[in-house]
Nanobody
Framework: QVQLVESGGGLVQPGGSLRLSCAAS????????MGWYRQAPGKQRELVST???????VTAASVKGRFTISRDNAKNTVYLQMNSLKPEDTAVYYC???????????????WGQGTQVTVSS
């Protein structure tokens, strides 16, 4: 079993900052790409940022320069530092990880439960 648990969401004023964390736990042999996605009410879930095991990143244009993704492989954890937050950043943020489990050939995506980020004055 694999579980991804997010933390760090909450209510923040425009221009403020939040740091999201996502820790993977359970039985797995390798974690490949990890990342963050978000979904606002009435909108499709969208990519925020992803990071490979060797720290190559992909970041959405809407957050580039404001959000920074990082990971700690020893802790099986991915982070999202969010600065200069805007009301349009309000969404549920989901952690994602591409994981290989022992004895199972196929890699597949796992998702966290989501954490609410609300940017409002």
């Amino acid at each position: 079993q694999v579980q991804l648990v997010e933390s760090g969401g909450g209510l923040v004023q425009p221009g403020g900052s939040l740091r999201l964390s996502c820790a993977a736990s359970g039985s797995f042999s390798s974690i490949y790409t990890m990342g963050w996605y978000r979904q606002a009410p009435g909108k499709q879930r969208e990519l925020v940022s992803t990071i490979t095991r060797d720290s190559s990143t992909v970041t959405a244009a809407s957050v580039k320069g404001r959000f920074t993704i990082s990971r700690d492989n020893a802790k099986n954890t991915v982070y999202l530092q969010m600065n200069s937050l805007k009301p349009e950043d309000t969404a549920v943020y989901y952690c994602n990880a591409d994981i290989k489990r022992p004895g199972i050939v196929l890699r597949r995506d796992y998702w966290g439960q989501g954490t609410q980020v609300t940017v409002s004055s």
